[in-house]
């Protein structure tokens, strides 16, 4: 994984922890939005992943009966002990654990969703086609944005269709500088 991404991953995992301290919904929407960036350029899994986990809790803390409910406090604790291992896995270059700790998150999710209906799964899907959506706006095919969150072209293009996608948001480009940047990093040995 890039140093930049990761070091950038690291930081939006401490401000999620902050946002999520402060319940700060605004923050946690903004978070997710600056990870596409990284997802975008560089079409890294991490990023991908943390960008959905992020945007999915801004929507189940949107949600005050869930907030409220009896088993929200053991799933705010475990929360930020597995975001906590994400950052850890990240900062020792471990993946591995990176990876695993964002899934504890999501089946800590499915956990909550079981005991509270339906919401969380759809909250993490409709993450996956928003975001999806996202990364097609920053010039990521369709078929590969689909590819890159694991979710079927057909829902992805099946949302896109019913949404306005500005062309204007897909033609805007990096600096001068930032492409150069990109460039020397594909080609580093």
């Given at each position: 994984?890039?140093?930049?991404?990761?070091?950038?991953?690291?930081?939006?995992?401490?401000?999620?922890?902050?946002a999520?301290?402060?319940k700060d919904i605004t923050l946690l929407k903004e978070i997710s939005d600056h990870t596409i960036h990284n997802s975008a350029t560089s079409q890294d899994d991490a990023s991908i992943s943390i960008a959905v986990v992020v945007y999915s809790l801004y929507k189940i803390f949107n949600n005050p009966s869930l907030t409220h409910?009896?088993?929200w406090e053991r799933f705010s604790k475990d929360l930020v002990l597995y975001l906590g291992k994400a950052k850890e896995g990240l900062e020792r270059d471990d993946l591995s654990k990176y990876n695993s700790?964002?899934?504890?998150?999501?089946?800590?999710?499915?956990?909550i969703e079981s005991q509270l209906?339906?919401?969380?799964?759809?909250?993490?899907?409709?993450?996956?086609?928003?975001?999806?959506?996202?990364?097609?706006?920053?010039?990521?095919?369709?078929?590969?944005?689909?590819?890159?969150?694991g979710i079927s072209s057909w829902d992805l293009m099946s949302y896109m269709g019913n949404v306005s996608i500005p062309e204007t948001e897909r033609i805007l480009t990096k600096k001068t500088k930032e492409r150069l940047e990109s460039a020397r990093r594909l080609f580093e040995i």
């Amino acid at each position: 994984m890039n140093d930049l991404i990761k070091k950038d991953i690291i930081n939006l995992i401490n401000e999620a922890l902050s946002a999520i301290s402060k319940k700060d919904i605004t923050l946690l929407k903004e978070i997710s939005d600056h990870t596409i960036h990284n997802s975008a350029t560089s079409q890294d899994d991490a990023s991908i992943s943390i960008a959905v986990v992020v945007y999915s809790l801004y929507k189940i803390f949107n949600n005050p009966s869930l907030t409220h409910s009896k088993k929200w406090e053991r799933f705010s604790k475990d929360l930020v002990l597995y975001l906590g291992k994400a950052k850890e896995g990240l900062e020792r270059d471990d993946l591995s654990k990176y990876n695993s700790s964002i899934s504890l998150i999501l089946k800590s999710m499915s956990k909550i969703e079981s005991q509270l209906g339906q919401y969380i799964f759809s909250v993490i899907n409709s993450a996956k086609v928003k975001k999806g959506t996202k990364l097609y706006e920053h010039g990521i095919s369709a078929s590969r944005a689909a590819q890159i969150l694991g979710i079927s072209s057909w829902d992805l293009m099946s949302y896109m269709g019913n949404v306005s996608i500005p062309e204007t948001e897909r033609i805007l480009t990096k600096k001068t500088k930032e492409r150069l940047e990109s460039a020397r990093r594909l080609f580093e040995i």
